[in-house]
């Protein structure tokens, strides 16, 4: 068993920031591909951001220049700090760990951009 556990979502103005944490816990030694999607009322869930275990990075062209993805190897924990807030940004934060093929999900966490 792998549990994924996200903090650090919470309600914030436009043009504020938040850092999102998602640890890994159980039954998983190597981690490959650490990531973060959302899923906004009414829409798909979508990629934000995903980093390799050596460090390679992809994001969303909606939050480039403003998140930035970051994973600490040795805590099994990916990060996301996320700047210049928007609306937008809205949604439903989850954390994804994708092992050669197994996905793994965390049970979300609300961001809230609101004024």
């Known amino acids: 068993q792998v549990q994924l556990v996200e903090s650090g979502g919470g309600l914030v103005q436009p043009g504020g920031s938040l850092r999102l944490s998602c640890g890994a816990s159980?039954?998983?030694?190597?981690?490959?591909?650490m990531g973060w999607y959302r899923q906004a009322p009414g829409k798909q869930r979508e990629l934000v951001a995903v980093?390799?275990?050596?460090?390679?990075?992809n994001y969303a062209d909606s939050v480039k220049g403003r998140f930035t993805i970051s994973r600490d190897n040795a805590k099994k924990t990916v990060y996301l700090q996320m700047n210049s807030l928007k609306p937008e940004d809205t949604a439903v934060y989850y954390c994804?760990?994708?092992?050669?093929?197994?996905?793994?999900w965390g049970r979300g966490t609300q961001v809230t951009v609101s004024s």
């Open positions: 994804n760990v994708n092992n050669w093929g197994s996905d793994y």
């Open positions: 980093i390799t275990s050596g460090g390679r990075t």
């Open positions: 159980g039954s998983i030694f190597v981690i490959n591909v």
